[in-house]
């Protein structure tokens, strides 16, 4: 939960701005208008409302992923690791040069945004991102940092209204299944998560555990064939058994392949299914391992 009510954050970023000195607003040729720190302070709103667990998540940044949990070491192997990296920057850049766009300097960071950010280039493209790792990789936090770079990027190019959304797979899953009871598909959920630009599915789970009514497939279908249709990035963080089924695993195990694609087809649907396999789609795996 956000720490501060909107209206303490619109006035908290009036107080420090010296363009409108608290007042908010100011005079642009006689004419009131509102304040750019107000937008800023409708973003972190915004930003600080992510229901994201643990919270201590949205502190975290580029220099924060770095394979390893404290005491336990390094949780995915170095290749994983340095693939990661790469991949995300290149999400967020179009490049993979680290020394070139990284800066610990905020202010160096905006300049290098504005020259090289991409993730707002997304909403014309549609580029989804998929990350697939175990427990305490690091997927939440990568996505985070993607949902940080589009914050940040909105506010470098002047585009406060980019929206985003973060959920769980099992909140999701709920909003579709219609419990016998009374309770139907969440249309006004659902239809958020259609139209917001970013949205992040967190924890998806190759089977819906803890789900014992078959979720409504047809919403699901419906979802993510508009987000491709309309070229909204999606972001799915989930298990690595997702990954299984739509990365060559270069195994031969060709038919437990089948049964696990047969399993996400049937909790997810298969548009799920098509936007991982879709060539719009980034894959980003975290293999687990030592070095
Ligand atoms: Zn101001």
């Keep these: 939960m956000p720490a501060l009510t909107y209206e303490q954050y619109c006035e908290h ?41 643990p919270e201590e998540l949205k502190r975290l940044t580029w220099k924060d992923f770095t394979g390893r949990v404290p005491k336990k070491g390094s949780v995915i192997s170095g290749n994983a690791y340095q693939s990661a ?11 993979n040069d680290e ?28 580029q989804n991102l998929a990350i697939f790792g175990g427990s305490e990789t690091g997927k939440s936090l990568l996505a985070m940092i993607v949902i940080k770079e589009v914050i940040y990027a ?46 992040v599915i967190d924890d998806v789970y190759l089977e819906r555990k803890g789900h014992s009514r078959a979720p409504d497939v047809v919403e699901l279908d419906r979802l993510f064939s508009e987000r491709m249709i309309r070229s909204r990035p999606t972001i799915i963080v989930g298990e690595p058994e997702i990954a299984t089924c739509v990365l060559g695993n270069g195994g031969n195990d060709i038919m437990a392949k089948k049964n696990l694609r047969k399993t996400l087809i049937h909790s997810w649907g298969i548009s799920f299914f098509k ?11 975290l293999e687990k391992g030592k070095g």
């Design 85 to 95: 990296r790469k991949t995300l920057l290149g999400y967020c850049f179009n490049s």
């Design 13 to 53: 970023y009036a107080r420090q701005c010296d363009n409108c000195k608290g007042k908010r607003r100011y005079k642009i040729d006689g004419n009131w208008t509102a304040c750019p720190c107000q937008q800023k302070a409708a973003l972190k709103f915004r930003f600080e409302s992510i229901p994201i667990q």
């Design 99 to 126: 020394k070139a766009i990284l800066s610990n300097d905020f202010d160096v960071m905006q300049e290098r945004r504005r020259l090289y950010s991409c993730v707002l280039d997304h909403l014309q493209d549609g």
């Design 154 to 199: 909105s506010l470098v190019f002047g585009r406060p209204n980019v929206s985003f959304r973060w959920t769980r797979g099992s909140e999701l899953l709920h909003a579709v299944t219609w419990d016998g009871e009374g309770k139907t598909v969440d249309e006004a959920f659902m239809w958020d998560l259609v139209a917001t630009d970013y949205l």
């Design 275 to 285: 936007l991982l396999s879709d060539k719009k789609t980034t894959l980003l795996h």
